[in-house]
Structures are given as C-alpha cells and as structure tokens.
C-alpha cells in the first residue's frame, strides 16, 4: 500500500485529513477524579467501574441527529437527516468501541490494552484507556505521519512503529495480545461482537429522535465494523417491535479501494482481498483506506440483507460534500466523513428516491 500522497513530513501536519478534531481539552480537567479512581488499584473493580461508566455514559454517544433543510433544497430529496458523531471525546465514533472495550478490559482483569492504528482509532482507545488506568500499546505503520500520533503519546500510550501497512500493524498488535496477555482491541478479533452492539447504539439513538427506522442509513466504510454494527442494532429494534422497517443500509468508500464496495458490485458471495500495491492513499480518502475489510463480510451481508446498496465516492465528491455540509449546515466534517452521505445522493441524482426519511452518518469532525 503507498503512503498517503502528495505529502511531505512537514506538509502532512497541516494538510493531511484522516485528523479528526478532538475536544478533549474542554473535558479533562473534569476527568481528572475519574482517573484517580479508576487508576486506584485498592479500589474494588466495581467502584473503579462505576466511576468509569459514569464518563462514558456521560461523555460517549447522544450524538445530534438534526434535519438538513438546506441540503434538501440544494439536492431535491426530503427528509435527510445528518447523526454527527464528531461529538465524540476524540472527535469520531471510534470512541464508542474504544470505551467499550476499556470498560470490558477492566471489568476483566486486564492490565493493558493494544490496538493498531493509523490515528483516530489510537486516539479514541488511548484516551479511554488512560481514564480506565490501563497500559496501552498503539502500534502504527513507520511510514505514516500524522498530528493524532503526537495526541495518543500525550495520553500516556506507548506507541511502537512497524513495518508494512495498516494490516500488518493489526497481527502485530494481536500477536502482542496473545503473547502478553493484552486486551486485544483491534477489529476483527474476540471482540467484534462488543464492536457490534456498541456501534449499535447510534441505531438506538436515532430511533430516540425519530421514532422510527428511515428509509436508509447511509454509512461511510473501510472496515466495515460501523455499518454492520448499525445494522444489528436496527435488526433488534425491529425484532422487538420498536420500528416498522429495517433501514436499507449503503455503504459509501473511496473509488476503486474497499473490498466491501468491490465485492457488492461483483456479486461476490465474500469480501476478497484487494493488491496491497494498488492502493494508493490520498490526503482525502486515506481514512477509507483497506485492502482487507476486517469485518467487510459482517458489512456485505448488512447491506444486502437490508436491500441496500454500496457505491464508490471520488475524493472530488467527498471534498464537494464536505464543503456543503459546512456551507448548508454549519457542520466541519471530514471529506472522508461524508462517504456515506455522498453515495446516497449520487444514487439520487442518478435515479431520484422516493421523499422518506434518510439518515447520513457523519463519522468525523475536522478542525
């Protein structure tokens, strides 16, 4: 896989997009008990628990979902409705597995939790650790430069470069777990069914709002894990009589460059690798970026199931999104953020939907 491009060490602070925007800052001082106590080994498990839950239900999730009249006008489709889980601590929804998993690190004994990363991910579990008095051991690629490595090193985790790409990183960090006996918080692992139910919460939260399933949930996808999580928790919502449909869920990534998208436009049954040496990362869709989907087969199935549909998006058409989410709804998003967004109204100027309720995941705030 080539590095993002076009990118110079001293460019790639100022210009590279996989960032998201973090408000930490505004919430640590009042974090600091929280991480006094869970930190505090002569305290039970649950009372360290009990305060570590208190922060995340407080902090994590209830993102907004609010209605976009003006992209509506602009694109001709009511009623589209944006979940901005830039909200987030860290600025993405990767928060919400992060935590999830830190509080199920503790629950069980573990001492130190490992994840690998090319950023956002790193951040969110690094600083969901650090509050849960964790070790935490981030691997990521040596080629990749971004400013949210400097962020997961300030909150405390040791961050080890390796070789090759993002997925190599991945069986490090996972042979590291099995060899040390580290909570494993990569993708793809024990734990995806943890994964799961907490992406599943946004489906919670937006029947909160609407009372109802949309028509579709439009998702932006690299591994997979969001969508196939939002997913479950709308399968639940209609098994238990809450919602009259299961939403249609279309996955949204970069052009040419998700085993996820690939595999749906060539009916294949599974996800199949794609050429590691094609993938050619961009400033923009770098956060789309996979040639192996970890749990691109758990997406596939979602998105068929539900009737739904996964497209290819230009990084032209993400950065265009990005700019009328910001103009029309006073959203900073990540180009990469409004994948999802962007197949749902490319497949509505080619072949207008019916007016219904749509909803666009918005996975990442930009500064």
Known sequence: MQPPQPVSDGAAESILLDGADSPLANIETDLAAVRRTCSDKS?????????????????????????????????????????????????TQKDRIAFAQAMDALRRGFDAITVATCGNYGVAVSFAASLAGLRCIVYVPETYRTRRVLEIEQHGAEVLRVPGDYENAVEVSRGRSDQDDIYDANPGGANTPLQLRAYGEIAYEIYDELRDAPAAIAVPVSNGTTLAGIHKGFVSLYRRGKTSR????????????????????????????????????????????????????????????????????????????????????????????????SALLERHQANPLPNDRYVAILTGRKS
């Open 246 to 341: 299961i939403p249609m869920m279309v996955a949204g990534s970069s052009y040419g460059k998700n085993p996820i998208v690939k595999a749906f436009h060539k009916n294949a049954a599974v996800c199949e690798n794609l050429p590691p040496e094609k993938i050619r990362e961009t400033a923009v869709n770098e956060p789309l970026i996979n040639w192996s989907s970890i749990d691109g087969d758990h997406a596939l199935h979602s998105v068929r199931s539900s009737s739904g549909w996964a497209s290819y998006v230009s990084d032209r058409n993400m950065l265009r999104f990005s700019k009328i989410v910001r103009e029309q709804q006073g959203l900073s998003v990540l180009p990469a953020a409004t994948a999802g967004l």
């Open 43 to 91: 305290k039970t498990v649950e009372e360290r628990l009990e305060a570590y839950e208190d922060v995340f239900e407080s902090e994590v999730g209830d993102t907004i979902v609010s209605r976009a009249r003006n992209i509506e006008r602009e694109v001709g489709l009511r009623q589209i409705y944006l979940k901005f889980e830039g909200d987030n601590p860290s600025g």
